[in-house]
Antibody
Framework: EVQLLESGGDLVQPGGSLRLSCAAS????????MSWVRQAPGKGLEWVSVFMGSGDTTFYADSVKGRFTIYRDNSKNTLYLQMTSLRAEDSAVYHCAKGAWLDNWGQGTLVTVSS | DIQMTQSPSSLSASVGDRVTITCRASQGIGSGLGWYQQRPGKAPRRLIYAASSLEGGVPSRFSGSGSGTEFTLTISSLQPEDFATYYCLQHNSFPYTFGQGTKLEIK
């Protein structure tokens, strides 16, 4: 069974940094693309980033480009999202998902950016 | 970036009804579209990928169609557990983009 468990969400001040983690199990992690998607409270889904398994290629939403970095540690079956220069509008539940086409999702971790 | 326009934004229907949700892309995306269901307080769940391929374990009352710029999700006979919010996602080119969502409510 595919399991994705996000962690690292917290309350952080504007301009601050945070690193999210996603621990994966139940599938061959290193062979799959992995993604992050976020959802602000009461709002819709927003695609954030993907790490393509082949070639270590990454893509980002325009709203986070230059501030967020997606990376992975295949030895730990873990995906990460390093977030810097955080803004109030980055406040959301952040979900990791298996595959570029988001076939399985984790429950998410809450990030709140506020002073 | 490709914009996805989803309609309607909300929909009231009864158990047993047939409902259709539409997504339009601002430019052609071939068959690069998925549909996701999100129940309150839960993570989204993929229903359809590549416009018309049914995810394993998803009931056959769900179906997807379309290509290019216009796509539909159809639920042939609504069941109580289908009342949720539905999103489309274009997965043809980066950055991927979601539609605004359709909240399906019980009439």
């Amino acid at each position: 069974e595919v399991q994705l468990l996000e962690s690292g969400g917290d309350l952080v001040q504007p301009g601050g940094s945070l690193r999210l983690s996603c621990a994966a199990s139940g599938f061959s992690f290193s062979t799959f693309d992995m993604s992050w998607v976020r959802q602000a409270p009461g709002k819709g889904l927003e695609w954030v980033s993907v790490f393509m398994g082949s070639g270590d290629t990454t893509f980002y939403a325009d709203s986070v480009k230059g501030r967020f970095t997606i990376y992975r540690d295949n030895s730990k079956n873990t995906l990460y999202l390093q977030m810097t220069s955080l803004r109030a509008e980055d406040s959301a539940v952040y979900h990791c998902a298996k595959g570029a086409w988001l076939d399985n999702w984790g429950q998410g971790t809450l990030v709140t950016v506020s002073s | 970036d490709i914009q996805m326009t989803q309609s309607p934004s909300s929909l009231s229907a009864s158990v047993g009804d047939r409902v259709t949700i539409t997504c339009r892309a601002s430019q052609g995306i071939g068959s690069g579209l998925g549909w996701y269901q999100q129940r309150p307080g839960k993570a989204p769940r993929r229903l359809i990928y590549a416009a018309s391929s049914l995810e394993g374990g998803v009931p056959s009352r769900f179906s997807g169609s379309g290509s290019g710029t216009e796509f539909t999700l159809t639920i042939s006979s609504l069941q109580p557990e289908d009342f949720a919010t539905y999103y489309c996602l274009q997965h043809n080119s980066f950055p991927y983009t979601f539609g605004q969502g359709t909240k399906l409510e019980i009439k």
